[in-house]
């Protein structure tokens, strides 16, 4: 929500749209290549959008395509998270079993 707009309009004509909206790019690629990809190319995929709708003078499509892209970030960023987590832990308990299973 822009702070100039009270109710959610964007600004007229002669009307200063405020601070573009983060477009969280670098996030979104980072959250792509370490955590996980499918989820973090729809975040790269918004991210990209911010800026073209801001230049372009869709104020309310940018920041709410900023909050789409922070949202898919944030999702991307703990799917990867709990599929390490998961991922070690399965080596962890594989790794015991072998152990105790070796023994005669």
Same mark, same amino acid.
């Given at each position: 929500?822009?702070?100039?707009? &009270?109710?959610?309009?964007?600004?007229?004509?002669?009307?200063?749209?405020?601070?573009? &909206? +983060?477009? !969280?790019?670098?996030e979104s690629i980072l959250a792509t290549i370490f955590c996980c990809i &499918?989820?973090?190319? /729809?975040?790269?995929?918004?991210?990209a959008s911010v800026n073209n709708r801001f230049d372009a003078g869709d104020?309310?499509?940018?920041?709410?395509?900023? +909050?789409?892209?922070? +949202? !898919?970030?944030?999702?991307? @960023? !703990?799917?990867?998270? /709990?599929?390490?987590?998961?991922?070690?832990? @399965?080596?962890? /308990?594989?790794?015991?079993?072998?152990? @105790?299973?070796?023994?005669?």
């Amino acid at each position: 929500m822009e702070p100039n707009s &009270p109710f959610g309009q964007s600004p007229g004509f002669g009307q200063t749209p405020g601070l573009r &909206p +983060k477009n !969280w790019l670098v996030e979104s690629i980072l959250a792509t290549i370490f955590c996980c990809i &499918p989820l973090g190319i /729809v975040a790269i995929v918004n991210a990209a959008s911010v800026n073209n709708r801001f230049d372009a003078g869709d104020y309310i499509g940018a920041e709410n395509a900023s +909050k789409q892209a922070g +949202k !898919w970030t944030k999702i991307s @960023f !703990w799917v990867g998270i /709990v599929f390490w987590i998961l991922y070690i832990l @399965f080596f962890v /308990v594989l790794g015991f079993s072998g152990a @105790f299973l070796s023994r005669p």
